[in-house]
């Protein structure tokens, strides 16, 4: 079998496996979740298929990105001239931002403050990028801000440590972190194009595990955690832009018009 089939039957099988880990923690969280202890019961089954569903799904997803021809990844970059690609993740950041200003005005925690402001800065880094300045400064605060809310994340003494969306929430996080700065290579003119690919593809992988989850416990009255929130914003926008630049980067770069070249040559 070519190298490309079994690229793309790994990308289809990242892809299957992300929707139905997605929709399985969605449904193991609407009917199987504790509101009083933040776990899920002794026999949510469902919560831990979903769990193998998305490891697959990232292990796929990183298959694929080994396996793909070298000629598939062209050196296009994944920034364009489109505010809509950007417009997911600057909604993310900026909801995630104001839900983070909220919780320091309770709360006055200076890393919250941190990571709210380090949030507004990404939005206006992914907007400036597809309005083309790209400034590579902005660039580092993305995975400034996902660090920042892994740390609070793992401060929230409102929930357990080992609470499934607490855990699930910071394991979305690593990944798009990563990812962030594989764009920033881009920025610095040190692209890796197959790690690029890997993170973007993981990145989504991991994220189906809280992406629904977590707006589903909220809107269902089953968490009231600002952190939490915030973090599934920032996670669902961003891996929404980040399939977008992956269409566009994934893209055949066309050959230029044989027309076109012989008049270049003759002139």
């Keep these: 079998m070519r190298k490309d089939t079994v690229a793309r039957v790994c990308a289809l099988s990242a ?16 009917f199987f979740y504790d509101k009083g202890t933040n776990y899920f019961v002794p026999d949510a089954l469902l919560f831990r298929f979903a769990v193998i569903f998305a490891l697959l799904a990232f292990a796929a997803a990183i298959a694929n990105a080994i396996i793909i021809p070298k000629d598939s990844l062209t050196s296009r970059s994944p920034f364009g001239a489109n505010l809509l690609v950007a417009l997911p993740a600057s909604l993310g950041f900026s909801i995630g931002g104001i839900f983070l200003a909220i919780n320091f005005i309770q709360s006055r925690s200076y890393l919250v403050l941190a990571a709210a402001v380090a949030l507004f800065l990404s939005m206006l880094h992914t907007l400036l990028c597809e309005a083309g300045y790209r400034i590579k400064a902005l660039g580092f605060f993305p995975p400034i801000a996902c660090a920042l809310l892994v740390c609070i994340l793992y401060f929230d003494t409102s929930m357990e440590m080992n609470a499934p969306l607490k855990v699930t929430a910071q394991c979305a996080l690593l990944p798009l ?9 881009y920025l610095l003119g040190r692209e890796i194009p197959r790690l690029y690919l890997a993170l973007a593809l993981g ?12 707006p589903v416990a909220v809107f269902a009255g089953l968490l009231d955690n600002a952190n939490c929130l915030a973090t599934a914003s920032v996670v669902l926008g961003a891996n ?10 994934l893209s055949p770069i066309s050959a230029p018009d044989e027309n076109d070249t012989k008049e270049t040559d003759a002139q």
């Design 203 to 214: 990145s989504v992988a991991l994220s189906s595990l809280c992406t629904l989850a977590i």
């Design 177 to 185: 972190m990563l990812y962030f700065t594989t764009e920033l290579r």
């Design 15 to 30: 892809a299957c496996g992300t929707t139905t880990a997605a929709l399985l923690m969605s449904a193991a969280v609407a």
């Design 240 to 249: 929404i832009t980040i399939l977008f630049r992956l269409k566009r980067f």
